[in-house]
């Protein structure tokens, strides 16, 4: 049984630059959130997908944004990289919206912005 | 709105000795409360949670935590550490309506010593 998978592992990107980070959610699930983990802090959330719709946000600016595939898969992209965007991007899934809904993690993709 | 605190950054146990790592939480409203738990280079994986019910919840790997609304806490705790207990742990918070998102708090390294 697949569990969260995301790609690319490690990124490493320039300042300005724009970024895409994938994610397969586990095997059954429908909905799709995205954390943002600072070094040696708890993971932030940015948001989450539902049925193809971005169904709550966190506090994060327009630069990031998302978008989920009818398979249910998802995708975080995130333009003008500023060097505080470096950090682990975790993509959770679970098998509905609402937070008593366990979420299930990916070992995420870590972005270095340099 | 809702927030967490972790109050130790570390905790150091030796091996078979008892385990407590404190989380308390802030809320207007009722909550739903979770620990999970991060190994190096990975995502996070639930320990346990609490959405309603008995106010001790019992989790994987032997752990549990009490949910004391009076006390607005939900401390983790187990009666002997092995050393592959050796991880991040953090507490998690949502609000109990049709929130999506969990609040993080800024996690507990428990070193497990020898």
């Known amino acids: 049984d697949a569990g969260v998978t995301q790609s690319p592992t490690h990124l490493i990107k320039t300042r300005g630059q724009q970024v895409t980070l994938r994610c397969s959610p586990k095997s059954g699930h429908d909905t799709v959130s995205w954390y943002q983990q600072a070094l040696g802090q708890g993971p932030q959330f940015i948001f989450q997908y539902y049925e193809e719709e971005e169904r709550q946000r966190g506090n994060f600016p327009d630069r990031f944004s998302g978008h989920q595939f009818p398979n249910y898969s998802s995708e975080l992209n995130v333009n003008a990289l500023l060097l505080g965007d470096s950090a682990l991007y975790l993509c959770?899934?679970?098998?509905?919206?609402?937070?008593?809904?366990?979420?299930?993690f990916g070992n995420g993709t870590r972005l270095t912005v340099t | 709105a809702q927030s967490v605190t972790q109050l130790d950054s570390q905790v150091p146990v030796f091996e078979e000795a008892p385990v407590e790592l404190r989380c308390n939480y802030s809320s207007s409203v009722s909550v739903y409360l979770f620990w999970y738990v991060q190994y190096p280079n990975q995502g996070l994986q639930l320990l346990l949670k609490?959405?309603?019910?008995?106010?001790l919840v019992k989790g994987i790997n032997g752990f549990e935590a009490e949910f004391k609304k009076s006390e607005t806490s939900f401390h983790l705790t187990k009666p002997s550490a092995h050393m592959s207990d050796a991880a991040e742990y953090f507490c998690a918070v949502s609000a109990a309506d049709s929130s999506y998102k969990l609040i993080f708090g800024s996690g507990t390294r428990l070193l497990v010593r020898p």
């Open positions: 609490y959405l309603s019910g008995s106010t």
């Open positions: 959770a899934s679970s098998l509905v919206p609402g937070s008593n809904s366990p979420l299930h």
